[in-house]
T-cell receptor, first 110, second 112 residues
Framework: DVKVTQSSRYLVKRTGEKVFLECVQD?????MFWYRQDPGLGLRLIYF???????EKGDIPEGYSVSREKKERFSLILESASTNQTSMYLC?????????FGSGTRLTVV | GIQVEQSPPDLILQEGANSTLRCNFS?????LQWFHQNPWGQLINLFY???GTKQNGRLSATTVATERYSLLYISSSQTTDSGVYFC??????????????FGTGTLLAVQP
């Protein structure tokens, strides 16, 4: 089975901190994605990557950046965390349309 | 962009009951998937179904692409079916990557 592993299940950070969320997949998938999930809004795409060092903005990229230096790892970066970035963050990888999600990171910014 | 609407937003069932969840989408799609998010937050892919009908145990799904809707059927529901069901479609932005756009989900609670 494909595994997508997110480094932290819960995180609490202070406003203004730089935050790194890490995601690793073990099945050599080309495509990786970062979503955030908020009540009543479903999942919204932040950024995605279809190859090493390649990235594209999703629907809500403001306040975020990403890094993909290796095929298996896709990092989401909050340059200066704000309280409105408190959310559940979900990483996924895919090949040929089939998605596998990680368990999520619940980030609280205080 | 594509809009994805799911109904109902919430559903409470007694164990053993059947249910139908609906997903409407506003444009043609290359891909449609149904996911189940369990109470611990894990999202599981149930069906990859851009058209036609598929069945997996007590679950089945039908997509009528020409009419821009999909249905997820749950028969003989169990408490383990509880959670949020999401429909997601490929936004068809072009390029090599499927970028799924998610609906807001149906929250299902199955009571013993």
């Amino acid at each position: 089975d494909v595994k997508v592993t997110q480094s932290s299940r819960y995180l609490v950070k202070r406003t203004g901190e730089k935050v790194f969320l890490e995601c690793v997949q073990d099945m050599d998938h080309e495509n990786m994605f970062w979503y955030r999930q908020d009540p009543g809004l479903g999942l919204r795409l932040i950024y995605f990557s279809y190859d090493v060092k390649m990235k594209e903005k999703g629907d809500i990229p403001e306040g975020y950046s990403v890094s993909r230096e290796k095929k298996e790892r896709f990092s989401l970066i909050l340059e200066s965390a704000s309280t409105n970035q408190t959310s559940m963050y979900l990483c996924a990888s895919s090949r040929l349309g089939g998605y596998t999600f990680g368990s999520g990171t619940r980030l609280t910014v205080v | 962009g594509i809009q994805v609407e799911q109904s109902p937003p919430d559903l409470i069932l007694q164990e053993g009951a059947n249910s139908t969840l609906r997903c409407n989408f506003s444009d043609s799609v290359n891909n449609l998937q149904w996911f189940h998010q369990n109470p611990w937050g894990q999202l599981i892919n149930l069906f990859y179904i851009p058209s036609g009908t598929k069945q997996n145990g007590r679950l089945s799904a039908t997509t009528v692409a020409t009419e821009r809707y999909s249905l997820l059927y749950i028969s003989s529901s169990q408490t383990t079916d509880s959670g949020v069901y999401f429909c997601a479609v490929d936004g068809n932005y072009g390029g090599a990557t499927n970028k799924l756009i998610f609906g807001t989900g149906t929250l299902l609670a199955v009571q013993p």
